[in-house]
């Protein structure tokens, strides 16, 4: 063999050992087929896991004469593959479909890339110098060559690989240590689910579902992405395709028109995929995942470890709820032992203490000293009586109660149900942790009051109602594009309204534009006295 021909062969064995770009890499190896075969032009195409064309390189070699363009190999679409059982193909095997494609070729080869049997691609020659056709010589370098393709290929998709397990990990680690300790105080489970999630996919939508009742609808809890406040509080029908997608199916591939019916404008104007996966076991909270890319499609790899993120994050939720569950666990054994505590301590003693006072009657002759002792066992009885009450309060405390954010779902659903408009609806910041029992019950009641306001007299087009956790403080924001009468819209409402809102140190403010809708804001302090 040549020098020429050797030291192109062994520049393109150790390309692979340099540091340097996969796509050089194989540039390299097809100016070495080339050199070592004499060819005037040469071509290898990479398979994309959409079998299509992913890369496509071309070099003419060009000895002092001018080359033919015509005759350089092209690359569209899936060329058709050499099964990784057969080595090569000749010109008299593909001559016919080579002449159609390259008028005027007259002699052609080509080599599967391949490693064992994984079929990465093809290596192409054309035009021999010389004229004639490409020996058995030629074949056997250029299989040689393919090989040397093949591991560069292999060792690019291994790193890419352990690259995209790598970025997967590391997204739901965060996410279940942001879910845990409480990190970011602003951003609720969903939003740190959505945030972590756009990142670890690599895509351009992340949005987190969530059920509404069972199989009732979708409504978007959270989203992350550069079109992602389009679909923030949107609310869609339960679609079919999702009727059987469980924690532990694998995730569901959606194509534009899935994307389409799924999710209404979701899909963007280039092609695009997405992966739907749900969440395991979160009781009254049933979230699912969807992930959309529109450059590169989701390899095995996605399908793989999505389900990993989402398990991580499944486990971390269901820890959280336990965690929670304990808390309120204490809380309910601590009402229990107070109350039996009151029971069998303290109004045994004041029926006591009451029966010692009734026994001094009949040692009493002087009228004010008898009406004082009946003013006292009156207030000892009324005093057992209201220790009773307490103690049937203490003990009527659900064990299990709904969360704060379940419990803003059921409201608007049940509000809204009456009336043609679906609000919007937008959870921010961690609600369900830093929301109190009894400032619950006052900002449901203002929610109610006014929703049912701009729903019964505003008529607006669309209805907003944004709830979010701040460090120090609770905003609640119900915005409306109605007819903005704020009087007449609310009526005797505004004043249930403004005592809720001062029974929890809270603010309300309301804003009005005739023909340009109502802004209802409810601002309490989370330190709030909540009386």
Same mark, same amino acid.
């Given at each position: 063999?040549?020098?020429?021909?050797?030291?192109?062969?062994?520049?393109?064995?150790?390309?692979?050992?340099?540091?340097?770009?996969?796509?050089?890499?194989?540039?390299?190896?097809?100016?070495?087929?080339?050199?070592?075969?004499?060819?005037?032009?040469?071509?290898?195409?990479?398979?994309?896991?959409?079998?299509?064309?992913?890369?496509?390189?071309?070099?003419?070699?060009?000895?002092?004469e001018s080359s033919d363009s015509t005759l350089l190999p092209r690359g569209g679409g899936a060329p058709g593959l050499l099964g990784a059982g057969q080595q090569a193909v000749s010109p008299s095997e593909r001559a016919a479909e080579f002449s159609a494609q390259h008028p005027g070729g007259s002699s052609?080869?080509?080599?599967p890339i391949r490693v064992r049997d994984r079929v990465f691609g093809n290596l192409y020659l054309t035009e021999k110098y010389g004229g004639g056709h490409f020996t058995d010589t030629d074949e056997q370098l250029l299989v040689a060559l393919a090989a040397a393709a093949a591991v560069a290929i292999s060792?690019?998709?291994?790193?890419?690989?352990?690259?995209?397990?790598?970025?997967?990990?590391?997204?739901?680690?965060?996410?279940?240590?942001?879910?845990?300790?409480?990190?970011?105080?602003?951003?609720?489970?969903?939003?740190?689910?959505?945030?972590?999630?756009?990142?670890?996919?690599?895509?351009?939508?992340?949005?987190?579902?969530?059920?509404?009742?069972?199989?009732?609808?979708?409504?978007?809890?959270?989203?992350?992405?550069?079109?992602?406040?389009?679909?923030?509080?949107?609310?869609?029908?339960?679609?079919?395709?999702?009727?059987?997608?469980?924690?532990?199916?694998?995730?569901?591939?959606?194509?534009?028109?899935?994307?389409?019916?799924?999710?209404?404008?979701?899909?963007?104007?280039?092609?695009?995929?997405?992966?739907?996966?749900?969440?395991?076991?979160?009781?009254?909270?049933?979230?699912?995942?969807?992930?959309?890319?529109?450059?590169?499609?989701?390899?095995?790899?996605?399908?793989?470890?999505?389900?990993?993120?989402?398990?991580?994050?499944?486990?971390?939720?269901?820890?959280?709820?336990?965690?929670?569950?304990?808390?309120?666990?204490?809380?309910?054994?601590?009402?229990?032992?107070?109350?039996?505590?009151?029971?069998?301590?303290?109004?045994?003693?004041?029926?006591?203490?009451?029966?010692?006072?009734?026994? #001094?009657?009949?040692? +009493?002759?002087? $009228?004010?000293?008898? &009406?004082?002792?009946?003013? @006292?066992? *009156?207030? %000892?009885?009324?005093?057992?009586?209201?220790?009773?009450?307490?103690?049937?309060?203490?003990?009527?405390?659900?064990?299990?109660?709904?969360?704060?954010?379940?419990?803003?779902?059921?409201?608007?659903?049940?509000?809204?149900?009456?009336?043609?408009?679906?609000?919007?609806?937008? #959870?921010?910041?961690? +609600?369900?942790? $830093?929301?109190?029992? &009894?400032?619950?019950?006052? @900002?449901? *009641?203002? %929610?109610?009051?006014?929703?049912?306001?701009?729903?019964?007299?505003?008529?607006?087009?669309?209805?907003?109602?944004?709830?979010?956790?701040?460090?120090?403080?609770?905003?609640?924001?119900?915005?409306?594009?109605?007819?903005?009468?704020?009087?007449?819209?609310?009526?005797?409402? #505004?004043?249930?309204?403004?005592?809720?809102?001062?029974?929890?140190?809270?603010?309300?403010?309301?804003?009005?534009?005739?023909?340009?809708?109502?802004?209802?804001?409810?601002?309490?302090?989370?330190?709030?006295?909540?009386r």
């Amino acid at each position: 063999m040549p020098p020429l021909r050797i030291n192109a062969l062994v520049g393109a064995f150790s390309a692979m050992a340099d540091d340097i770009d996969v796509d050089a890499v194989l540039e390299q190896v097809t100016s070495a087929a080339c050199e070592v075969v004499d060819a005037r032009y040469g071509a290898l195409g990479v398979i994309g896991p959409d079998q299509l064309l992913s890369t496509f390189i071309t070099v003419a070699l060009e000895r002092g004469e001018s080359s033919d363009s015509t005759l350089l190999p092209r690359g569209g679409g899936a060329p058709g593959l050499l099964g990784a059982g057969q080595q090569a193909v000749s010109p008299s095997e593909r001559a016919a479909e080579f002449s159609a494609q390259h008028p005027g070729g007259s002699s052609y080869l080509g080599v599967p890339i391949r490693v064992r049997d994984r079929v990465f691609g093809n290596l192409y020659l054309t035009e021999k110098y010389g004229g004639g056709h490409f020996t058995d010589t030629d074949e056997q370098l250029l299989v040689a060559l393919a090989a040397a393709a093949a591991v560069a290929i292999s060792n690019s998709h291994l790193f890419d690989d352990s690259t995209r397990r790598t970025r997967w990990l590391e997204g739901g680690l965060d996410t279940v240590h942001e879910i845990l300790e409480q990190t970011n105080p602003v951003r609720s489970t969903a939003e740190a689910l959505v945030h972590h999630g756009v990142r670890a996919s690599q895509s351009d939508l992340t949005i987190v579902l969530r059920e509404i009742g069972k199989g009732r609808g979708l409504v978007c809890e959270a989203a992350d992405g550069p079109d992602a406040g389009s679909f923030l509080g949107a609310s869609w029908e339960f679609p079919s395709m999702l009727e059987n997608l469980t924690a532990i199916e694998p995730p569901l591939l959606l194509t534009p028109s899935d994307l389409d019916r799924l999710l209404p404008g979701s899909s963007p104007a280039t092609p695009s995929v997405a992966l739907c996966v749900r969440l395991a076991g979160q009781g009254d909270r049933q979230y699912i995942l969807f992930v959309r890319r529109e450059e590169s499609p989701f390899i095995d790899v996605d399908h793989e470890m999505v389900r990993t993120f989402t398990s991580h994050v499944s486990l971390a939720l269901e820890l959280l709820r336990a965690h929670r569950q304990r808390e309120q666990d204490a809380v309910f054994g601590d009402r229990d032992r107070i109350a039996r505590d009151l029971h069998d301590l303290v109004i045994q003693r004041l029926f006591a203490a009451g029966l010692s006072i009734q026994s #001094l009657r009949r040692h +009493l002759v002087d $009228s004010e000293a008898l &009406a004082r002792v009946a003013l @006292v066992t *009156a207030e %000892l009885d009324a005093t057992i009586r209201e220790l009773r009450d307490t103690i049937y309060s203490l003990r009527l405390v659900p064990q299990i109660t709904p969360t704060f954010s379940a419990g803003i779902f059921a409201l608007v659903a049940a509000t809204s149900e009456a009336y043609a408009r679906q609000p919007v609806l937008h #959870l921010s910041g961690p +609600l369900d942790a $830093s929301m109190d029992p &009894a400032l619950a019950v006052h @900002v449901r *009641a203002v %929610l109610k009051e006014g929703m049912s306001a701009a729903l019964r007299h505003d008529s607006p087009r669309a209805l907003s109602i944004t709830l979010q956790a701040l460090p120090d403080r609770f905003e609640m924001g119900i915005t409306d594009d109605g007819s903005g009468s704020a009087d007449d819209s609310f009526g005797r409402g #505004l004043t249930e309204m403004r005592r809720h809102a001062e029974l929890c140190d809270g603010t309300l403010s309301i804003s009005t534009t005739p023909d340009d809708g109502t802004r209802v804001l409810l601002t309490v302090p989370l330190t709030a006295q909540v009386r």
